[in-house]
């Protein structure tokens, strides 16, 4: 199937040293990517290109086919929520959101017609007539996706537009997000250094590293088999160990696995903290002490002290750690591992 | 009376104390202009004037030149305005969003004119003004009031273009604006308060420069700041109080009508540098 959006071999550099290089991305037609890494990671400079407030160095962008890099912003097919400042408060919400529509020259009743299903579609009808001013930051935030939809992008693009807000209304406004690109089929690409929230509402995500990609993969596979030790590091929590291969397999300790990686010598092994079994029995894994449980909603959080290896922290169902207090002596299984070329 | 004051407290008291005392120190002056004004008999030791009259009203208004040096006034208070709105705003949509060489140096430059002595600054543009032919004509007097301004003009619009954040306009870029669109719809309209702010200051110092209007269009170009030296040295003070009037009242009545917009916030930013 052919590509919604392309982006091919895209470089741009700063003076300064940051920039991307090398960026070559897909997006299909109704799909949700994620471009996901820390700040100055280049991930905004990869969607400012799209937009076209960026001249990139080299590389090509293609949109439905069409190459839209000789196109300004006004005359590209996308649209972008920023961070912040999206709206113009001097204007009306009606005003904000036929403004687009006026210099596509759409008649008033179709506009007016439109701009009261995309308010409904956002969750604020009736709010026509007031001020951005007196609005909250997340109602700004659906004007500007109101704004966008409205005129109905090939691609619309998401600055971390939800960065500003506090914690529970992220939330909901991810779901929101979600439901409506997945009713209109929109084609979107969405920045953020969140990876929870890339992980829950992507269908592919992009991790970017130092204006390179390190892997492009499903939430799924990049949390179950992230592709880089940055990416291990990056999604979700993981606990780091030194580890050997040996004819046997890898080895952590007095703890044998199968080498399924190909590498050799010594390496970093990574273990998510629900793929750790703690015992309290002496039995053949490592040994150590408890340190600290924590109670954390429907899971608790157990940190160990092992010998040789550091702390590690383990998630368990909250009805298995009420046999287990602090001080005590455990003895600790992996059940499922991955291993890294040691840095 | 006593109870009263108890009940207050000597802090509020001393406050209030305080608070007459500066209200007295602004308003004491301007309100012996207005009792001098419209005086008719007033001796030594009377608190207030013994008779009231509009005498030296009709003396003034009725004295050749006054009536055409307040109509003078306003038209070249007008032009100044807005030859300075064309040539600050878009430099200052410059100083704000371009980043270019010395651009902090050109903005602080403004200032040089009001760091010298001005008489001193007036005279070495006189002579200037004397050798291409400028001095006694409107476009030397409206050049020497541009000078005055150039400061306030630039400053404050720059500091209200910068507060437009630069992503309010890319969305209108986004959403189809071309640029000169964005400017008229997004920029402009969003930096307006500051614009209007600095243009009420240009037309009232404009309004109230004597010096350099004295020195460079002195005989054809007599303000209402020009006339009004001769009013105070001929004539007694009843008329020059009358006339003080006159030049007060647009000040006040346009700061009345732009206080909307004229607020320390607008006019601190525009003195930061940064």
């Known amino acids: ?343 | 009376m006593r109870w009263y004051l108890k009940a207050v407290g000597p802090k509020k008291i001393i406050e209030f104390l305080l608070l007459a005392a500066f209200v007295i120190f602004f308003m004491g002056p301007l309100l012996n202009l207005a009792l001098l004004a419209f005086t008719g008999n007033w001796s030594y030791p009377d608190p207030l004037p013994r008779e009231w009259s509009l005498k030296w009203w009709s003396f003034v208004l009725s004295r050749d030149g006054i009536a055409e040096s307040i109509g003078l006034s306003f038209g070249i208070a007008a032009i100044v305005t807005a030859v300075s709105i064309l040539l600050c705003v878009p430099a200052a949509y410059a100083f704000a969003r371009i980043r270019f060489p010395l651009s902090r140096f050109f903005l602080f430059s403004f200032l040089l004119t009001h760091a010298f002595p001005k008489m001193g600054l007036y005279v070495s543009i006189a002579v200037l003004f004397y050798k291409i032919g400028l001095m006694n004509t409107l476009l030397g007097v409206v050049l020497i009031h541009i000078i005055n301004v150039l400061m306030y003009m630039t400053w404050i619009p720059t500091a209200s273009f910068r507060n437009v954040h630069t992503a309010q306009e890319e969305s209108a870029r986004d959403v189809g604006a071309s640029p000169f669109r964005v400017f008229r719809s997004i920029t402009l309209p969003l930096a307006m308060p500051g614009i209007i702010v600095a243009s009420i200051f240009t037309f009232l110092s404009s309004l109230d420069e004597a010096q350099g209007t004295y020195l460079v269009g002195v005989p054809n170009f007599r303000t209402m700041p020009v006339v009004m030296y001769g009013i105070i040295t001929d004539y007694p003070a009843y008329a020059g109080a009358v006339f003080s009037i006159i030049l007060t009242a647009p000040t006040l009545i346009l700061l009345l009508a732009a206080q909307k917009f004229v607020s320390a916030d607008v006019l601190s930013s525009g003195f930061q540098m940064k």
């Open chain 1, 1 to 343: 199937m052919k590509a919604h959006l392309s982006i091919q071999k895209l470089t741009k550099r700063y003076k300064t040293g940051d920039g991307v290089t090398d960026i070559s991305l897909d997006v299909k037609k109704g799909e949700m990517i994620t471009l996901l890494g820390p700040s100055g990671c280049g991930k905004t400079t990869v969607l400012r290109s799209v937009g076209g407030f960026l001249d990139p160095d080299s590389g090509d962008i293609m949109i439905e086919g069409k190459s839209v890099l000789s196109a300004p912003p006004e005359k590209r097919p996308t649209s972008m929520v920023f961070q912040g400042y999206n709206l113009w408060p001097h204007m009306t919400v009606y005003e904000n959101l036929a403004f687009g529509l006026k210099i596509r020259k759409i008649r008033k009743a179709e506009r007016d017609k439109a701009i009261s299903e995309v308010l409904e579609l956002v969750r604020l009808p009736g709010s026509e007539k007031k001020y951005p001013g007196q609005l909250s930051g997340g109602q700004q935030q659906r004007i500007a996706v109101a704004r966008s939809l409205l005129l109905k992008p090939a691609v619309l693009l998401l600055d971390e537009p939800f960065s500003a807000l506090d914690a529970k209304l992220r939330h909901e406004m991810r779901e929101e997000l979600r439901e409506i690109q997945a009713e209109l089929g929109l084609t979107m690409v969405f920045v953020t250094h969140d990876q929870e929230e890339a992980l829950s509402i992507s269908d592919r995500i992009v991790v970017m590293n130092h204006g390179q990609i390190e892997q492009i993969a499903t939430p799924q596979e990049i949390y179950d088999e992230p592709k880089s030790l940055y990416v291990a590091q990056f999604i979700g929590k993981m606990n780091f160990m030194k580890g050997v291969i040996t004819e046997e397999g890898i080895q952590v300790g007095s703890l044998h696995f199968p080498n399924a990686t190909g590498l050799s010598g010594e390496v970093t092994v990574a273990v998510r903290p629900e793929d750790i079994i703690l015992e309290s029995s002496a039995g053949s894994g490592l040994h150590g002490i408890i340190k600290q449980i924590m109670v954390l909603g429907h899971y608790a959080e157990v940190s160990a002290d092992i010998r040789n290896h550091g702390v590690i922290r383990a998630f368990m169902a909250r009805d298995k750690v009420k046999e287990l207090q602090q001080g005590q002596e455990i003895s600790v299984q992996f059940s499922k591992i991955l291993a890294y070329p040691q840095v």
